[in-house]
């Protein structure tokens, strides 16, 4: 049954071209990229395997103002994810940076760079490989949850999501993206990882 509503959920997928944006990187070639990946099926699986993830452990975590530095909130709510993610090794994910209002724009990219960046340091440290954190970004304060011009915990966060599959992993390779989609995720395979923790920005302050 689940691998009919799969089927048909891709071939929702493959009918919307905005799809296209969501592919990773930029530049020359998106058009012939986007295309093959609607082709294949390997655009609608990405979209169903963040939906999942999204589902199945907290996608986001927030700083305090003009900060850069991961709580013990933040902390435990990474490990879940590098959990997650450790379970999927044919994927790939990317971290995005937001900030509130409070500040300039270019202060305000600069720090939810900072921000992604702190996020997939900590997913290093328990054991994610950096080469599948494909891309850090920031988006500043452009795309707030709440739009207020005073500072805002929600607005100030990092938003971890799945971006795509590994190119050159067997599984993918043989397009087995069914298989990785509904693997089991045993949630009790935790293992205990050193901490990270990264230094808070004081000069300029944004949010």
Known sequence: MRFMILAAGLALAGCDDSQVAQLPGGGFGDATRANMALQSGEMGYTQMLGQRFAAEVPSTITFAFNSDRLDGAAQAVLAQQANWIRQFPEVRFRVYGHTDLVGSNAYNKALGLRRAQAVVAFLATQG?????LEALVS???????IPVASPEERNRRTVTEVSGFVGRHPTVMNGKYAAVVFRDYVASAVRPHPSNTVIQTQINPGG
């Open 128 to 132: 994610i490989s950096p080469s599948r």
């Open 139 to 145: 988006y500043g304060e452009t795309r707030p949850v």
